[in-house]
T-cell receptor
Framework: AQSVTQLGSHVSVSEGALVLLRCNYS??????LFWYVQYPNQGLQLLLK??????LVKGINGFEAEFKKSETSFHLTKPSAHMSDAAEYFC?????????????FGKGTTLSVSS | KAGVTQTPRYLIKTRGQQVTLSCSPI?????VSWYQQTPGQGLQFLFE???????NKGNFPGRFSGRQFSNSRSEMNVSTLELGDSALYLC???????????FGQGTRLTVV
């Protein structure tokens, strides 16, 4: 069965610092890969996704992620953190061989940004 | 374009009761998925519907069921509620299966 591991349940950065949130998946066939953000008492908002093609994916709000097949990773980065980036971030995968959109999520990483 | 709408936003039920949650997908979207979010288990897939047919089901007991109507709106039902069913239930819609999923704001269910 597929699984997703997010290293670090809590990451703290200063405003203006680099944001790096780690995600590794376990699957012999590269799945579809996603990063979602969740603000308190809200649903999930898609930041970016990788399905095929270019391995460096750019998303909304200045976030990007790079798919590395050899490392089975899909880490999320942002060059300069902003206070408004404080939220919970989820990495998710879906099986491209399955006819369905079932997402398997990591446990999430809470990002704190200090001034 | 209106987003995914879930009703109600908050719900308090007593153990043993049943509950029905509703989800209206984005106009034109035909695939609807449901997820349960709890602090302990995180986000877990419940089931997915497409064209009124259940396409996929997660590892949940039979007390959890759902359906989709011809207008793509979906409902999920939980019978014989347990304290552990307290969670945020999220609905997501997508144009087709395996395409980008858009989430609603969720229904916060509290079982007392």
């Amino acid at each position: 069965a597929q699984s997703v591991t997010q290293l670090g349940s809590h990451v703290s950065v200063s405003e203006g610092a680099l944001v790096l949130l780690r995600c590794n998946y376990s699957s012999s066939v590269p799945p579809y890969l996603f990063w979602y953000v969740q603000y308190p008492n809200q649903g999930l908002q898609l930041l970016l996704k990788y399905t095929t093609g270019a391995t460096l994916v750019k998303g909304i709000n200045g976030f990007e992620a790079e798919f590395k097949k050899s490392e089975t990773s899909f880490h999320l980065t942002k060059p300069s953190a902003h206070m408004s980036d404080a939220a919970e971030y989820f990495c998710a995968v879906s099986d491209r061989s399955q006819a369905g959109t079932a997402l398997i999520f990591g446990k999430g990483t809470t990002l704190s940004v200090s001034s | 374009k209106a987003g995914v709408t879930q009703t109600p936003r908050y719900l308090i039920k007593t153990r043993g009761q049943q509950v029905t949650l509703s989800c209206s997908p984005i106009s034109g979207h035909r695939s609807v998925s449901w997820y349960q979010q709890t602090p302990g288990q995180g986000l877990q897939f419940l089931f997915e519907y497409f064209s009124e047919t259940q396409r996929n089901k997660g590892n949940f007991p039979g007390r959890f069921s759902g359906r989709q109507f011809s207008n793509s709106r979906s409902e999920m039902n939980v019978s014989t509620l347990e304290l552990g069913d307290s969670a945020l239930y999220l609905c997501a819609s997508s144009l087709w299966p395996n395409t980008e999923a858009f989430f609603g704001q969720g229904t916060r269910l509290t079982v007392v």
